[in-house]
């Protein structure tokens, strides 16, 4: 394959090797070649069809879903443009444009963070797209196609087409210009720090930010980073420079945590000052995992992020304490989430799952009421969260409310298990199991209108979380 550079720095016209005779020919592009380039693997192949004149464009999808494209064109013929968007690019904010044909061969290769768009050149065009990142339309984003500050001069292109004029979408002529356009895409690898990586949340977020394609991740546990040693954690921090933190570590043994009150603060206190000293000292935004044990769930109806907090319990007052030292840094998200389970590591439905195969009933508390999250569907939104800059506090959990009786009885039902489930009061569990606990919010029922509000997408029901991770357990054999 012959690789000529444009005059955009990453972009590349292609122009794959014919082998052909009388018959026709073949031609080929290897998965090496692309990946060579940057393009990190086909995830979707598209195409369009398109009469003459018709411009579409210029597109983009925001991070963390933002696309790297391989365009071609099968039928007719196309001038295929693109804009480098990448602030931090020498040849920001300049264009190319290639005729792409299918008697001349060439593809063209559009890196992440640019605006792509065409005008078809005949009838009957068809136009092909290989991406390697998941459509998302409502991160659909663009620029004005005939911006002024881009230089594009369309008039020369329609007259020396034959193109009398260009039919666009509505949404294509009212997009705002590049100056005006609120997304930053940069040339350099974002880089990511993840405290607690070896537990349920942190070992997601990593999984997450490979699956689009990141590759400056420092996903860290107790023993490669100690956050309460703050030398330590300015030292690591510094070194990495991370553009963003995603604070997961945390003292989580909520009974455990009344009788070991300086140790918990350490951690969850202590800490997470030192994270956030070190953020500020590189910049970085810090996304904090709060919880809703910060409330006493004595309130009728749903808990909004406006609420007075009024913890009840060592963790509780913890981590709401961790939060007021997050809001030091201005580029802060913290999201308060619930009743978590995935994968790596243990939770209340692995625990189910696991007694039913021993216990034929269990008694289970149904007079606390909260929302079970899957750190599967909590850590795309947390990723997709860090490339705003919608800072705040946001109730963060799965759609839907039970309570753990209920949520016990689904886990049973849907999993083909015949463990009766017996609903009792918190009173009469610890009564009947001579345990001490500490306080439990009775109503953790987590209003989620402020993350809507905010453009983010609500996660799915829990119940459907709850069917996906059950599923994921047998494929991976964990329970």
């Not at 230089?151 to 007259?159: A, P, Q, R, S, T």
């Not at 009398?164 to 930053?184: F, G, I, Q, W, Y």
């Not at 997408?457 to 599923?471: F, G, I, M, N, V």
Request: aromatic residues 10%; contains cysteine; hydrophobic residues 30%.
């Amino acid at each position: 394959m012959n690789k000529i550079e444009t005059n955009l720095k990453d972009c590349y016209i292609l122009e794959p090797q014919r082998f052909g005779d009388e018959r026709g020919y073949f031609e080929s592009v290897t998965k090496e070649q692309l990946e060579e380039l940057g393009f990190k693997g086909i995830y979707q192949v598209s195409n369009s069809k398109s009469g003459k004149g018709i411009v579409r464009g210029l597109h983009f999808q925001k991070d963390p879903y933002c696309q790297a494209k391989v365009v071609r064109c099968h039928r007719g013929g196309v001038l295929d443009v693109v804009v480098d968007m990448r602030k931090d690019s020498e040849t920001y904010g300049q264009y190319t444009s290639v005729e792409l044909t299918p008697e001349n061969g060439r593809m063209l290769y559009v890196p992440r963070g640019f605006a792509h768009g065409f005008v078809a050149l005949s009838d009957d065009t068809l136009f092909e797209y290989y991406v390697d990142n998941k459509y998302m339309p409502r991160m659909e984003g663009g620029i004005l196609w005939n911006d002024p500050a881009l230089g594009i001069n369309w008039d020369e292109i329609f007259e020396k087409y034959g193109i009398d004029e260009p039919v666009l979408s509505a949404k294509d002529k009212d997009r705002n210009t590049l100056a005006e356009c609120d997304v930053e895409f940069l040339r350099r690898p974002k880089r990511y720090l993840i405290t607690g990586c070896a537990g349920q949340l942190g070992h997601d977020i990593a999984l997450e930010l490979q699956e689009r394609g990141e590759t400056e991740i420092l996903a860290l546990d107790r023993n490669e980073m100690d956050i309460t040693d703050k030398e330590q954690v300015m030292k690591v921090v510094k070194g990495f420079k991370p553009d963003v933190i995603f604070h997961c570590a945390a003292w989580t043994a909520v009974d455990k945590a009344e009788d070991e009150v300086e140790a918990v603060e350490k951690v969850n206190v202590e800490g997470t000052k030192n994270l956030v000293d070190a953020s500020i000292e590189v910049g970085a935004k810090i996304i904090y995992m709060s919880s809703d044990y910060v409330f006493d769930g004595k309130k009728e109806g749903y808990y909004t992020e406006e609420d007075q907090v009024n913890p009840m319990s060592v963790y509780g007052r913890t981590k709401f304490e961790g939060e007021e030292e997050v809001r030091r840094n201005p580029n802060h998200f913290i999201t308060r989430i619930s009743w978590v389970f995935g994968l790596n590591g243990n939770n209340f439905i692995k625990t189910m799952l696991k007694l039913s195969d021993s216990k034929t009933e269990l008694n289970v508390v149904d007079d606390q009421v909260g929302s079970p999250t899957y750190t599967v569907d909590l850590a795309k939104l947390l990723v997709e969260m860090a490339q705003t800059d919608k800072y705040g506090t946001y109730n963060v959990n799965n759609e839907g409310y039970c309570s753990w009786a209920e949520f016990a009885k689904y886990i049973m039902e849907s999993n083909g298990k015949t463990t009766k489930i017996n609903p009792v009061t918190t009173e009469e569990y610890l009564e009947l199991t001579g345990t001490k606990q500490a306080y439990r919010p009775r109503n953790s029922k987590l209003s989620k209108d402020k993350l809507e509000a905010a453009g983010f997408e609500r996660l799915p029901s829990w119940q459907d979380a709850t069917d996906r991770y059950c599923k994921e357990l047998k494929r991976v054999k964990k329970y």
